[in-house]
């Protein structure tokens, strides 16, 4: 599923997880969050490249938290 490529994807670029939560929307949809560590801006820019790149994935956003 989806939630397994963005997984292989992240294993693959070396990204270290900390968390992974997902919840479904009324429309059918999910949201997830994921806690990663990069090794700066340029990382940070290619791994939301990457990520946006997968089937049913519409947008990847960073949080600042």
Known sequence: G???DVSQ???NMRVSMHSINARS?????SVTLISISTEGL????NIIS???KIHG????ERLNQ
């Not at 340029?42 to 820019?45: F, G, M, P």
């Open 50 to 52: 990457r990520l946006e």
């Open 57 to 60: 994935v519409f947008s990847v």
């Open 25 to 29: 929307t009324k429309d059918g949809n």
């Open 42 to 45: 340029e990382h940070l820019r």
């Open 9 to 11: 994807v992240l294993f």
């Open 2 to 4: 989806l939630i397994f």
